[in-house]
């Protein structure tokens, strides 16, 4: 049973950790994880993280990051580090499906949409336009290192959380197990980070449950090399369909007649009850290939990665438990559809890292810290929920050949030179306004 802070204030604070070996310990090694860790390290707080896995993962997942994240970055001098080793994209569109082209092969699906991030002709793409690309993968490596590079952070890897022992205001005391020598033993830390993924093992010792629901449908994400033959502007597109909608997004900048990579998503059907070994056979990713690439047949394609996920609109009820918080998926699951996970995460692991500084360093009431969690609970239930999940249903719940004409989204945005200044700044304001949240500013509003 954890020892909780309500214990302390009955029991005393009883036998006070040593905390002398970490000031916050990080539970998961992801992009949350290893972005909060390079903050503290900075601000010179001592962190560990412990990461299950021995290496960090390198499942193919988020690619596309936006003008708040890319705002957050730049102040933190990741931007740049960032941009060097991924590439922009302008913005992203709506499809239908691809067409016969005469040639025997498929032309790109007829345009429903456009959602432009800049003006097509950016070359230069400022601070916040457009869309930042590396994957995750390669994001997580980035922050680690940086990370590691303050001298203030380390990681234990093939290392995770079996449970927490104590949470009292004096700090945590947790058991953790080493998988490769299969040993267990303690750790202490004034603070823990869950920022251990949608199945934390953080929120599950904390006893707090993750309402929300889980959608029907699995979706398969392949990273796959592709000749690209096509030089679309909005390079990223979505393909409605009742059953087998799609993401597609380019990996690596797609240069014409170069072959590069490229991720596409694909829905499975909600109906198909089949294992994933057999949804990520080549024969099924081919058959589903078929229907939503363009370019000549034979389809001629690497396929590089694959994984199918199960995909959740949830939420925690808190993001802080004494000295514990939970950041990123530990705390809340949304589908990927408008790249809205780890983008939160991002923005969540900014709010958290700023919220334990002015508590370890500047003597600010751990209240801080329940600010951190109301504040972000907030943007998940009045922007990210809402805004991914209309953002899926409108590439399934629409027929391809009216939605152009019904959704009043795509009305909007099938001429966006039509878009008048107060529509843009309406549409902009969650993205860049309420997405972030300034701690600081929040603080000082309440004195
Ligand atoms: C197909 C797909 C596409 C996506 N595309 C986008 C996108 O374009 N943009 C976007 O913003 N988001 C996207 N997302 C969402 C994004 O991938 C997640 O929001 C992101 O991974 C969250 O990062 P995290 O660090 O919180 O968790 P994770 O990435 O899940 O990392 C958690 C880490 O904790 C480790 N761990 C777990 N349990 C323990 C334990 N007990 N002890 C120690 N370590 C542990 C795990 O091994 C893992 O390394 C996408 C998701 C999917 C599935």
Redesign the pocket.
């Known amino acids: 049973m954890v020892k909780s802070s309500n214990d302390a204030a009955v029991n005393g604070t009883g036998d006070q950790p040593d905390h002398s070996a970490q000031d916050v310990l990080i539970?998961?090694?992801?992009?949350?994880?290893?972005l909060t860790a390079f903050i503290l390290g900075r601000a010179g707080i001592n962190v560990t993280i412990?990461?299950?896995?021995p290496t960090?993962?390198d499942?193919?997942?988020?690619?596309?990051?936006?003008g708040a994240?890319q705002f957050m970055l730049n102040e933190l001098g990741l931007y740049d580090l960032i941009r060097k080793e991924g590439f922009m994209t302008h913005g992203l569109c709506w499809r239908k499906k691809p067409t016969d082209d005469g040639k025997g092969g498929k032309a790109p699906g007829e345009m429903l949409a456009i959602q432009p991030l800049t003006s097509p002709d950016d070359t230069e793409f400022k601070v916040g336009a457009g869309l930042l690309n590396l994957p995750?993968a390669d994001l997580?490596k980035l922050f680690l290192r940086e990370a590691i590079k303050t001298g203030h952070v380390d990681i234990e890897f093939s290392?995770?959380?079996?449970s927490i022992t104590e949470n009292i205001e004096n700090g945590v005391r947790v058991v953790?197990r080493n998988n490769q020598r299969q040993a267990e033993r303690e750790m202490r830390a004034t603070y823990l980070v869950g920022?251990?993924?949608?199945?934390?093992?953080?929120r599950k010792a904390l006893g707090l449950p993750f309402p929300g629901h889980t959608w029907p449908e699995r979706?398969i994400?392949t990273n796959v090399l592709v000749k690209n033959e096509y030089n679309p502007a909005w390079q990223t597109f979505y393909v409605l369909d009742r059953v087998h909608y799609t993401i597609s997004?380019p990996l690596q900048d797609p240069v014409i007649g170069k072959t590069t990579l490229w991720?596409y998503?694909i829905a499975a059907d909600p109906e198909d009850d089949r294992p994933d070994e057999d949804l990520l056979t080549d024969e099924n990713i081919m058959r589903h290939y078929e229907n939503v690439m363009p370019g000549p047949r034979p389809l001629q394609v690497q396929i590089q990665q694959r994984?199918s996920?199960r995909?959740h609109q949830r939420l925690a009820p808190t993001m802080r438990r004494g000295n514990c918080l939970l950041?990123?998926?530990?705390a809340h699951?949304?589908n990927?559809y408008g790249?809205?996970?780890?983008?939160?995460?991002?923005l969540?692991a900014d709010a958290l890292a700023e919220a334990l500084i002015m508590v370890l360093k500047e003597n600010h009431p751990t209240t801080v810290l329940d600010i951190y969690s109301d504040e972000r609970r907030k943007v998940f239930q009045f922007f990210v929920d809402p805004t991914s999940t209309q953002n899926k249903l409108r590439v399934h719940s629409n027929d391809a050949d009216t939605a152009a004409q019904d959704d009043w989204f795509f009305r909007m945005m099938n001429d966006p030179s039509k878009l008048t200044l107060k529509q843009v700044q309406e549409m902009a304001k969650p993205y860049n306004e309420d997405w972030r949240t300034n701690i600081r500013q929040i603080v000082a509003d309440k004195q």
């Open positions: 539970v998961g090694g992801g992009p949350v994880g290893c412990i990461e299950k896995l960090t993962s499942s193919p997942r988020a690619c596309g990051y936006y994240s995750q997580n290392t995770e959380l079996v953790v920022a251990d993924g949608a199945r934390s093992s953080t979706l994400s997004t991720r998503t994984a996920y995909i950041a990123g998926d530990a699951a949304n990927p790249a809205l996970g780890l983008n939160t995460g991002m969540d």
